[in-house]
């Protein structure tokens, strides 16, 4: 009990200083022409990510699914000699 109550005031601490915090921070955010570049560059590895990881692991499947089946064709034209 005592930790969530220390945790309650903590937050309720920080929720009353954060507008005196938020009001300085573009001192320190340096946006350029490169800002919009680098957000999107970063979006666009973000979302691209997951299709190519999904391709990689559909040829890598692939290819395991066509050696097991000549692996077990091998093994039946084996059988029938």
Request: aromatic share 12%; with cysteine; proline share 4%.
């Amino acid at each position: 009990m005592m930790n969530w109550l220390s945790k309650l005031g903590l937050v309720t601490v920080f929720s009353f200083a954060a507008p005196q915090v938020m009001a300085d921070t573009y001192r320190y955010a340096h946006v350029t022409i490169d800002t919009p570049w680098l957000i999107f560059l970063v979006l666009t590895v973000a979302v691209l990510l997951p299709f190519i990881l999904m391709a990689v692991l559909y040829w890598h499947n692939a290819l395991r699914k066509n050696r097991e089946e000549e692996c077990q064709a091998r093994i039946e034209g084996e059988g029938q000699e």
